[in-house]
């Protein structure tokens, strides 16, 4: 073991808020006069003073730091401390208590995230303990990990002679002098430079001198050392501008593929693991700075993050940045990876670029694809617009990638968002193919096994579905007889045909084999369910497009006094970030693209914006820090009628389908099945008298397929009040239909 990798580092006590969490220089503006407040003594700080900077750095340890550790985000904590003795809310040291986290040390390796994740943990209680720990990091001495003191921020003065004009600039202010000039001779003062024509007569030496300065080249103003200094050298800088060994453990464990333990760490350089875990966190927090302070770091920083926009493939950030796919040679990881693991903005994971996490992508491409969905769960790619590219020819493709990606599954032009079942999966076939298809024609299109036997019964017991011949199926809705004749025809034309066949073709074919008058087909072939349109023939749909309305949109139920949408609480709503919502709730709040609204609430206004593609809630996190609500809790966000809002946590499920089916549409919870079924049709503004079988084709057509799967299993009790008793094995469909 040399000498050279044996740590020596001078701890210092934090004098200031800055010292003892790096980090803040980073995630926060200063917009204010003088010294910002985290430069301020940590020991000057009045009692109340240091609550309110205390409950700041828990908050913003949640909002931007979600994927550091603790060890990170707290670099002076003592592992050896007892979590016991922290002055600690019961609910928040029973919890540290079923952890098993009786010392600090066991909770350096988790982030904020593994927190937030822990089992019926509400975000109060972690607030707490990141207040408590963060209290309790202030006064613990750290190493220093910089060369020299505030490297980043200072400048040696340049001499006499660095500062002289150099000779191309020399020559550009001459050239912009001679088109000035000219400009201004000829009666033109306002003009701009550059970019407008010429006047007519304007002579040659004005037209070269405008031609030198629109040739200039980078390569002409910057020498060949500037030349070099793209964003991965000055990353190299800025390492440089650290300990090396404290810039060596960054690259074995923030920016490598696979993080060295501290443990081996520790033992390399002949200090303990902790030791490690202190520098790790304070060279975290000095190097956020560098990317967040202004300067060319900052400035790549912050226009990725506008590339990025919401999901941008990897490549393409790549072709607007290039020097991002270039080597940081201190650390052995490309720029776009130093870049990524620094800020938390946004994340790049298997190719793409998302903002702010993976999470929040997937929701919202979950929440477009809901708005759009058919009936049948279909989307049509082509009116899917969310990912950013600079390539719309290439539109399609990324967007059927990134669909993948998610979990959907894509069937050429369209995504099939409702595939959990054989027979929604069929719906979903049978819609976009607009025709009947065979049992082994509709499995030939399923990304998974089955025979069609078992799919039969499965569509024989579905009224979704209508058999049209022995082993053709049709959607119901079609209104097709076995052999229907001239409309059964006109589908199957515009099947084969790619969705779009000419009248004039339709005409010939039909009326060649047919005693059908070629007006007839006219007819048939500009009415339901057909459209024709500057003389092309095709199925005529639902504008996929256009707003649901709000009794049709999943997962949003009237009220009396207003309508509630559920959600499912994730660690985004824990961190503070908004969240997306459909745009049946601009329709709620008559919201128009480019506004924002305000509703009132005891806890402050809650805002609902449609500044983006999608509206938006604004943050719900004080509802949960005061509720104290933990990741997969269901809630209800409600818009009332008099323009307020307000939040409740929805009712546990008990295993009960009825009780559960009410729960889910945040309807009362009542024992009485005629008012249960009341509440029910309410939900979704359906009339009062609305039967059983309505009230569940109106949750299933919606997409709320888990309260129509509920309430099938106790329609029967719901029509008649008798409870049913297990229903015995029938006979395969197939056997009997064949005896027919």
Request: with cysteine; hydrophobic share 40%.
């Amino acid at each position: 073991m040399t000498e050279d990798f044996s740590f020596d580092f001078d701890d210092v006590r934090p004098r200031t808020w800055l010292d003892a969490f790096p980090w803040l220089r980073g995630t926060l503006e200063w917009h204010g006069e003088g010294r910002p407040w985290w430069q301020e003594s940590i020991d000057d700080a009045s009692a109340v003073a240091r609550r309110q900077i205390i409950a700041q750095i828990s908050e913003l340890s949640m909002e931007r730091l979600t994927q550091w550790t603790i060890g990170q985000i707290f670099p002076g904590l003592s592992p050896d401390l007892d979590l016991r003795l922290l002055q600690l809310p019961a609910r928040a040291a029973n919890t540290l208590y079923r952890q098993e986290c009786t010392r600090a040390g066991a909770l350096a390796a988790m982030t904020v995230d593994d927190m937030m994740s822990w089992r019926q943990v509400g975000v109060g209680t972690i607030d707490a303990i990141l207040q408590a720990l963060a209290d309790a990091s202030t006064t613990a001495a750290t190493p220093t990990v910089t060369s020299f003191s505030d490297a980043f921020e200072t400048m040696a003065p340049r001499s006499f002679d660095e500062l002289r004009m150099p000779d191309w600039l020399l020559a550009l202010n001459d050239d912009l002098t001679t088109v000035a000039t000219w400009f201004a001779t000829v009666g033109f003062p306002g003009q701009a430079l550059l970019g407008a024509t010429l006047p007519a007569g304007t002579p040659d030496e004005i037209v070269k001198a405008r031609q030198r300065i629109e040739s200039l080249t980078v390569d002409q103003i910057l020498d060949e050392d500037e030349l070099e200094l793209d964003i991965a050298g000055r990353f190299d800088d800025a390492l440089r501008m650290l300990d090396p060994r404290a810039a060596q453990i960054l690259g074995a464990r923030l920016f490598a593929d696979t993080p060295v333990t501290l443990d081996q760490l520790g033992q390399q350089h002949q200090v303990t693991r902790e030791r490690i875990r202190q520098i790790e966190g304070k060279t975290t927090g000095t190097m956020l700075s560098f990317i967040s302070e202004g300067g060319a770091l900052a400035e790549v920083a912050e226009a990725a993050r506008a590339l990025i926009g919401t999901i941008r493939p990897l490549e393409e950030l790549l072709e607007l940045i290039p020097a991002l796919g270039r080597n940081v040679e201190t650390v052995g990881q490309p720029a776009w990876r130093v870049l990524d693991r620094l800020d938390d903005a946004y994340e790049i994971e298997d190719g793409w670029c998302v903002v702010p996490t993976m999470t929040a992508a997937e929701n919202v491409t979950q929440t477009l694809l809901q708005e759009r969905a058919d009936k049948y769960g279909v989307v049509r790619i082509d009116e899917f617009d969310l990912i950013q590219s600079s390539h719309p020819e290439k539109q399609a493709e990324l967007t059927a990638a990134w669909i993948t990606h998610c979990g959907y599954i894509v069937d050429g032009n369209f995504v099939l968002t409702r595939t959990s079942s054989v027979n929604d999966y069929a719906a979903a076939v049978l819609s976009i193919d607009g025709s009947p298809l065979s049992t082994q024609e509709i499995i030939d299109r399923f990304v998974f096994d089955r025979s069609p036997r078992s799919l039969g019964n499965a569509l024989s017991g579905d009224d979704r579905f209508e058999r049209v011949d022995r082993d053709r199926w049709a959607l119901k809705e079609w209104g097709l007889d076995a052999y229907a004749g001239i409309r059964s025809v006109i589908r199957e034309q515009v099947a084969r045909n790619g969705g779009r066949v000419k009248l004039t073709d339709l005409v010939e074919h039909i009326t060649s084999r047919y005693s059908v008058s070629g007006s007839s087909v006219v007819a048939y072939a500009g009415a339901a369910p057909f459209a024709t349109k500057d003389g092309v023939v095709q199925l005529a749909t639902e504008d996929q497009g256009a707003r649901k309305a709000p009794e049709r949109t999943r997962r949003l139920f009237r009220r009396p006094d207003g309508w509630a949408y559920r959600v499912r609480i994730s660690h985004d709503h824990l961190r503070g970030s908004g969240s997306v919502a459909p745009h049946a709730i601009a329709t709620v709040l008559d919201l128009h693209a480019g506004e924002t609204r305000q509703l009132d609430n005891p806890l402050g206004p809650q805002s609902v914006a449609w500044t983006g593609l999608q509206p938006q809630f604004g943050t719900i996190r004080r509802f949960l820090m005061a509720e104290d609500v933990a990741a997969g809790a269901e809630a209800f966000l409600v818009l009332h009628d008099a323009a307020t809002f307000s939040f409740e946590l929805a009712r546990d499920l008990i295993d009960n389908p009825l009780a559960d089916a009410l729960s889910l549409a945040g309807a009362p919870a009542v024992i009485d099945r005629e008012e249960a079924r009341l509440a029910l049709a309410r939900a979704l503004q359906l009339p009062d008298d609305s039967p059983v079988t309505s009230i569940i084709g109106g949750y299933r057509e919606r997409g709320d397929d888990d309260i129509a799967e509920l309430l099938t299993s106790v329609r029967e009790y719901l029509e008649t009040g008798h409870v049913p008793t297990d229903v015995k094995h029938r006979a395969d469909v197939d056997d009997i239909l064949d005896l027919l």
